[in-house]
């Protein structure tokens, strides 16, 4: 029953997310606001639904460590596999933005994080305010970057501009539905198979739950680049994770307090997650100059299936 939970849990995840994205830009289409602006800031939250829903579930239903590792196995999981994964399929060009903002955005997050969470074991109130603070911070900066710049907005469907409120009220519905109650499976059903195989709710969190939150960035990767019908942006994934420490963190964080409960948590995953994110800067170097090819995309994948082995042989 719990896998079951867990496996309906994922697919509402899944379909709650994509009807809110398309409510939301939607929506913001009726209210007149920039595809630019759409695919920098409404598509990015919306995309974070899932990891914030299960995040704010877990903190309180009194499973704090589903919450923190959940984030820090998603952006362990959106380097290590999703973008491993589609490098092996095809090739990621990087651009100048990459190495100038993005990352070293990312990078002051993800230390961020540890330096709040390491300095007393929690994350607080204030502390979550600052990340969400610095969140819009970035954004602000980023739509500012963007000006006067040709932006690949594929990602935004215009077809969406002609949506009546109707339905754009029936999506928000269902999408909101839908995630509600596919977050409250998927922690259930998680919390009662970690119980059940012996392991920390913290282990299945960076691994199973992680995931299943990362499947539709996954998918669209592959589909994208299977299709060849646009370069998989290396600034989308890069934002993923900063989205998810500033919004689905921050925001949890501001609710309630999150307790570190697990310490594989500041002994190990964590440095994981900022590993993987300040190994990309060299690897955009070498061997070939501003691209991801099958060999970076081979080192990723080895290197989170390494994670994941030691996560669970750590465990037992």
Same mark, same amino acid.
């Given at each position: 029953?719990?896998?079951?939970?867990?496996?309906? =849990?994922?697919? %509402?995840?899944?379909? /709650?997310?994509? &009807?809110?994205?398309?409510?939301?830009?939607?929506? *913001?289409?009726?209210?007149?606001?920039?595809?630019?602006?759409?695919?920098?800031?409404?598509?990015?939250?919306?995309?974070?639904?899932?990891?914030?829903?299960?995040?704010?579930?877990?903190?309180?239903?009194?499973? +704090?460590?589903?919450?923190?590792?959940?984030?820090? @196995?998603?952006?362990?999981?959106?380097?290590?596999?999703?973008? @491993?994964?589609? !490098? #092996?399929?095809?090739?990621?060009?990087?651009?100048? *933005?990459?190495?100038? &903002?993005?990352? +070293?955005?990312?990078?002051?997050?993800?230390?961020? %994080?540890?330096?709040? #969470?390491?300095?007393?074991?929690?994350?607080?109130?204030?502390?979550?305010?600052?990340? &969400?603070?610095?969140?819009?911070?970035? $954004?602000?900066?980023?739509?500012?970057?963007?000006? /006067?710049?040709?932006?690949?907005?594929?990602?935004?469907?215009?077809?969406?501009?002609?949506?009546?409120?109707?339905?754009?009220?029936?999506?928000?519905?269902?999408?909101?539905?839908?995630?509600?109650? /596919?977050?409250?499976?998927?922690?259930?059903?998680?919390?009662? $198979?970690? =119980?059940? #195989?012996?392991?920390?709710?913290?282990?299945?969190?960076?691994?199973?739950?992680?995931?299943?939150?990362?499947?539709?960035?996954?998918?669209? *990767?592959?589909?994208?680049v299977a299709k060849k019908e646009k370069a998989i942006s290396l600034g989308n994934l890069i934002g993923s994770n900063i989205f998810n420490i500033g919004?689905?963190?921050?925001?949890?964080?501001?609710?309630?307090?999150?307790?570190?409960?697990?310490?594989?948590?500041?002994?190990?995953?964590?440095?994981?997650? #900022?590993?993987?994110?300040?190994?990309?800067?060299?690897?955009?170097?070498? +061997?070939?100059?501003?691209?991801?090819?099958?060999?970076?995309?081979?080192?990723?994948?080895? !290197?989170? /299936?390494?994670?994941?082995?030691?996560? &669970? $042989?750590? !465990?037992?």
């Open positions: 029953m719990s896998i079951l939970l867990v496996a309906l =849990g994922f697919v %509402l995840l899944v379909v /709650g997310g994509e &009807f809110l994205v398309r409510s939301s830009v939607a929506l *913001s289409f009726r209210l007149s606001i920039s595809k630019m602006v759409i695919g920098l800031t409404v598509v990015s939250f919306a995309t974070s639904a899932p990891e914030l829903l299960v995040s704010l579930n877990a903190a309180l239903s009194g499973s +704090p460590a589903i919450a923190i590792n959940n984030v820090v @196995g998603s952006n362990i999981a959106n380097i290590g596999l999703v973008l @491993g994964i589609t !490098a #092996l399929i095809g090739t990621i060009m990087v651009d100048k *933005s990459f190495y100038t &903002f993005n990352w +070293p955005v990312m990078m002051l997050f993800s230390i961020a %994080l540890y330096y709040f #969470l390491s300095n007393d074991n929690k994350l607080t109130t204030i502390e979550g305010v600052i990340l &969400f603070g610095a969140l819009i911070v970035f $954004i602000l900066m980023l739509i500012k970057r963007s000006k /006067g710049v040709d932006v690949d907005d594929d990602e935004v469907d215009p077809t969406l501009a002609k949506v009546s409120y109707f339905k754009i009220v029936l999506w928000l519905i269902i999408g909101g539905l839908a995630l509600y109650f /596919g977050s409250d499976w998927l922690v259930t059903g998680a919390v009662d $198979i970690a =119980g059940k #195989l012996g392991v920390s709710e913290a282990v299945i969190s960076v691994s199973m739950i992680a995931v299943g939150t990362s499947v539709p960035e996954l998918a669209a *990767s592959v589909i994208a919004s689905v963190l921050g925001l949890t964080s501001i609710i309630k307090d999150i307790p570190v409960t697990d310490d594989q948590i500041l002994s190990r995953d964590i440095f994981w997650m #900022l590993i993987f994110a300040a190994v990309l800067l060299p690897m955009i170097f070498i +061997p070939k100059r501003f691209q991801f090819n099958k060999l970076e995309g081979m080192m990723l994948v080895g !290197a989170y /299936g390494l994670f994941i082995f030691l996560v &669970f $042989i750590g !465990a037992k």
